[in-house]
């Protein structure tokens, strides 16, 4: 496949998942006409805010030909250690975030190394990483939840509006602003650095790179690494949303992040993929999740169609890598 196919290809996939996110907003928007409501759009909104944090950065690693099971109770364990921090020590609102995302980026480091250096296929590494991680989660915490009510502006992180304070009819929460942020500066990162080419590089042709002279152990873990880092601001804004860190929650975020991903466009064979359809596929699966909740579909139900909605989304990947051989 040429690089203008691939590059056609990826345009009419981001433009297929934008028809479907309008198709359901519509949809969604006739069956209840509390669906397309300020609040509700909000709702929607602020709950993209974790899931598409998430998304942007496992689709780093799938790029590459990975794949990262553990970004969900990765995103628990460094909201735990933020509580740990913050309430448990007493330290800085800053010191507190900081460590958020330093123990993401330790722990994708880590995942990174088993996969890079230790030949551990990703699949592997990174599913016993996420039981290791609920684990300790439920360990560090004695399975009860941290709250934050004595952290003064924690909740503002997520919930708080800058663009409310000088737009007050259009309150964006922050949560929805740092995921603009996040994949904007992914986004530059992806297109404009080093970091970036590689990135595609070793999704498209891992071989070929190394063959070339690159150290590719060092690239690779360096992608799990600030994958890992934006699992941390996900795990922060998560427990800014909920006030505190609840250490049983995570699984089951990465499924929907990972599909998400697929949905926008991102191969799961590597060497393609961009931010923007992540963030479609991000918010078609909150316009789903959030339109069957206003048309009080069961919540087991609500699992059953987004299991559907993983199959189809890497059904369809199967479908255009065929096309494209």
Known sequence: MTEKQALRGGAQQKLLAFASLIVLVIGFSLASPRFFQV?????????????????????????????????GTLMTFCAVMTGVVLTWLGMP?????????????????????????????????????????????????????IYFNDTEGYTEISQGSL?????????????????????????????????????????SNEEAVRLSGVNTDRWKMSIYALAGAICGIAGILMSSRLNSAQPALGLGYELEAIAAVVIG?????????????????????????????????????????????????????????????
């Not at 060497?271 to 069961?298: E, F, K, P, Y």
């Open 163 to 203: 663009v409310g304070k000088l737009i007050p009819q259009f309150p964006l929460p922050n949560g929805v602003l740092i995921l603009f942020i996040v994949a904007g500066v992914i986004a530059w990162v992806l297109g404009r650095t080093v970091l970036g080419r590689y990135t595609f590089a070793l999704g």
């Open 39 to 71: 609040d509700n759009i909000m709702s929607i909104l602020q709950a993209t805010s974790v899931n598409g944090v998430l998304a942007v950065g496992v689709t780093m690693i799938i790029i590459t030909g990975g794949i990262d099971l553990s970004i």
């Open 93 to 145: 609102l800053l010191l507190g975030v900081a460590t958020g995302m330093a123990t993401g980026a330790l722990c994708g480091l880590i995942s990174g190394t088993l996969v890079a250096k230790a030949k551990i296929p990703p699949f592997i590494a990174t599913l016993g990483m996420m039981l290791i991680l609920k684990g300790l989660s439920l360990i560090v915490t004695g399975t009860k939840p």
């Open 265 to 325: 466009g991102t191969s799961l064979s590597g060497g393609r993929g961009t931010i923007t359809g992540t963030l479609i596929g991000a918010l078609i699966m909150s316009v789903l999740t959030n339109g069957l909740r206003v048309l009080s579909v069961a919540p087991e139900w609500q699992t059953v169609v987004t299991g559907f909605i993983i199959i189809v989304a890497v059904y369809a990947d199967q479908l255009r890598r065929r096309t494209a051989d």
